[in-house]
């Protein structure tokens, strides 16, 4: 009763310019819920993502040939022909030098993607941005004890053509299981990383 006298007290025109704002509130909170908020990426994120993705590309390439060298440093140990071992053992140090210069590489694009990310909108993408980088860099920590075990492994090799080194097979086996374990987490961190990149692009 009260606000039923309230009510009719209230001026037209107050009542007008009520109901006018509630539908231009109404009007307002539709257009925002149905309208996709603008995705914003900054030009440095894409270029940095652009160029961690060749790195990375490399890094597994490298991998990959370091297991097909592994292998045949094994024929070659078998064959006892240690000369070429030696020669294959000596250019898988140098891969493995590569390798490390192309993590430093990888580390400073991903240290320039989350720079940017506080730039991303909308949040749901800058996520996805950030869950990315976050793969990426712990691909490098696995390329790291990945390449730690590679050199433990072409050391006690080496010695072991050199004669230099004996009842060395059960470490190298071990070692060997190893390196495959890493290169099989830092395959799987890279897939990891090019699907959230895909996700981040069709949001």
Known sequence: MLFSEFYHKIPRRVKIFCVFILIVLAVYLLVYFLTPVAQNVPEEFLRARQEASLIAKDIIFISSQTADNINKISDLDRDKNYTEALNLISAELNNNREARNKAVNLSAQLEIMTKNISQISPPVVSQIALEAVGSETTLISRLITYNDYLV???????????????????????????????????????????DLMKQFDGQ
Not at 163 to 186: D, M, P, R, V, Y
């Open 152 to 194: 433990q492994l072409l050391g006690i090799l080496q010695k072991k053509f050199l004669g230099q080194e004996k009842n060395s097979n059960e470490k190298i086996t071990e070692l060997i299981s190893k390196i495959n374990e890493e290169a099989k987490a830092i395959n799987n961190l890279d897939k990891n990383f090019n």
